[in-house]
């Protein structure tokens, strides 16, 4: 059973570069999320996926943050003109949303994460 | 919004002790409670969790019941092992989104 991976695992950059993050989902889900985790915090929620619909945004994924799953089956996150605040760990969390009619929140299935550094 | 709020850290215990770490929240509606753990060098696992109030997930000889009244849902286990030194984190689920505590860290001494 293939869980959810994530590429890179590492990421060291510049102030000021581009990176992009790749997330591959556990292949019969059909909801994708990114969260961030900074050192001695819970992971933040930043957005989801149903399929290939962009459906949340948080007020945390400012203009330079976007992300995209193109086919509904892998994502990426791509971040723009980085900052050392950029520095954290980006999670990506995949779960099989069946219905609307749940009364219960779909369970999420989270990866190894990719650490990113600013310098 | 939606909070966790987790009880502050480190713990550390000798083999075989008792363990609870406490966790309220504050959201709207009927939220979904996990537990995630974190192992060393590992990423995020599902603990275990609880879809309605008085429900009781258990794994692991983890458990946690889901207290409406108390909006709380503190974890136990009656005999920890050297092999639960992790990080636990307490999240909530509502909204299709999980909102996380800020985790605790449990060391367990021979």
């Known amino acids: 059973d293939t869980g959810v991976s994530q590429d890179p695992r590492h990421k060291i950059t510049k102030r000021g570069q581009n990176v992009t993050f790749r997330c591959d989902p556990i292949?019969?889900?059909?909801?994708l999320y990114w969260y961030r985790q900074t050192l001695g915090q819970g992971p933040e929620f930043l957005t989801y996926f149903q399929n290939e619909a962009q459906l949340e945004k948080s007020r945390l994924l400012s203009d330079r943050f976007s992300a995209e799953r193109p086919k509904g089956s892998f994502s990426t996150l791509e971040i723009q003109r980085t900052e050392q605040g950029d520095s954290a760990m980006y999670l990506c969390?995949?779960?099989?949303?069946?219905?609307?009619?749940?009364?219960?929140?779909?369970?999420?299935?989270f990866g190894p994460g990719t650490r990113l550094t600013v310098l | 919004g939606n909070s966790v709020t987790q009880m502050e850290g480190p713990v550390t215990l000798s083999e075989e002790a008792f363990l609870t770490i406490n966790c309220t929240y504050t959201?709207?509606?009927?939220?979904?409670l996990f537990w995630y753990v974190q192992y060393p060098g590992e990423g995020l696992q599902l603990l275990l969790k609880a879809t309605k109030a008085d429900d009781k997930g258990s794994n692991k000889g983890f458990e946690a019941t889901y207290r409406k009244e108390t909006t709380s849902f503190h974890l136990e286990k009656g005999s920890v092992q050297v092999s639960d030194s992790a990080v636990y984190f307490c999240a909530v689920g509502a909204n299709s989104k999980l909102t996380f505590g800020k985790g605790i860290t449990l060391s367990v001494r021979p």
């Open positions: 969390a995949s779960s099989l949303f069946l219905s609307v009619l749940a009364t219960s929140t779909d369970t999420q299935y």
């Open positions: 959201a709207t509606g009927y939220p979904s």
């Open positions: 292949s019969e889900h059909n909801r």
